[in-house]
C-alpha cells in the first residue's frame, strides 16, 4: 500500500471488508458485477478517502444539502441520484437495461437517499450499480475494461462526468490514477480476504 497515506489502517479495512463479505457477494451477483471489484473500490475508498472522525460531519453536511460523501463505499450524494436516473432512462448509454433495476424505485426524498447510503446492503448496490454502468459505457463504446481493475476503479474515483459537465469518453488509452493502483492491489488478495471473511 503507499507510503504516507494518512487514513485508517489498511488491517482494519480489510476487517471491514471481511464483516461485509456477505453483502458484497449477494449484491454484486445480483447487479452482475465482480465481488472482487466491488471490494477492491470499497478498500480503495475507505483506505485513501475516509476520516473516521469525519462521519458524524459528513451526515450533518448531507442534511445541510452539501454534496457528501457517505458508507461504505463512500458514494457521494448526487452521484447516488445520477445512479438512480440511469435505472429509469432507458435512453441512458449507461442505463443497464430493465431486469438490472427490477423492484428498484428511486428515492423519492433526499433523507431517503441518505438512509440509503447509511445502510451497507443499500450502498453496496450503489458501488455495484456504478460499477456495472460503467463498464457497460465502456464496453459498448468499443473499449472494454471489465479485465481491468485499476481502470474501472480510476473511472469510479473520477466520475463518469468531469466536473465541467462534459462525459469522460470512453477511449483507447485510459490511465490508472493512484485510486486505480490501490484497488488493483487489493484485487490481486481480495479472493482470499473475502473467502476468509465468511
Not at 488491517?11 to 449484491?27: F, R
Not at 465482480?34 to 442534511?63: C, G, P, Q, T
Not at 463518469?160 to 490514477?177: D, F, K, L, Y
Amino acid at each position: 500500500m503507499p507510503a504516507g497515506v494518512v487514513s485508517q489502517d489498511s488491517t482494519e479495512v480489510v476487517a471491514l471488508i471481511q464483516s461485509h463479505g456477505y453483502i458484497i457477494d449477494s449484491t454484486s451477483q445480483a447487479v452482475g458485477v465482480d465481488k472482487r471489484l466491488v471490494a477492491s473500490v470499497i478498500f480503495a475508498e475507505r483506505f485513501l478517502n475516509v476520516n473516521w472522525m469525519e462521519s458524524e460531519l459528513d451526515l450533518l453536511l448531507a442534511r445541510s444539502g452539501y454534496n457528501s460523501s457517505m458508507g461504505l463505499g463512500q458514494i457521494k450524494i448526487r452521484t447516488a441520484k445520477w445512479i438512480e436516473l440511469q435505472c429509469e432512462d432507458s435512453t441512458s448509454a449507461y442505463y443497464s437495461g430493465a431486469s438490472f433495476g427490477r423492484g428498484f424505485r428511486p428515492s423519492s426524498t433526499r433523507e431517503e437517499l441518505i438512509g440509503r447510503l447509511l445502510d451497507p446492503n443499500w450502498n453496496t448496490w450503489y458501488v455495484a450499480a456504478y460499477l456495472r454502468m460503467i463498464c457497460k459505457r465502456w464496453d459498448e463504446a468499443g473499449f472494454p475494461i471489465g479485465d481491468k481493475p485499476d481502470i474501472v476503479a480510476s473511472l469510479y474515483s473520477l466520475g463518469t462526468h468531469r466536473p465541467n459537465g462534459a462525459e469522460r469518453i470512453p477511449h483507447g488509452s485510459p490511465v490508472q490514477n493512484q485510486f486505480g493502483r490501490v484497488a488493483e492491489q487489493f484485487y490481486l488478495i481480495s479472493e482470499r480476504v473475502l473467502e476468509n471473511g465468511h
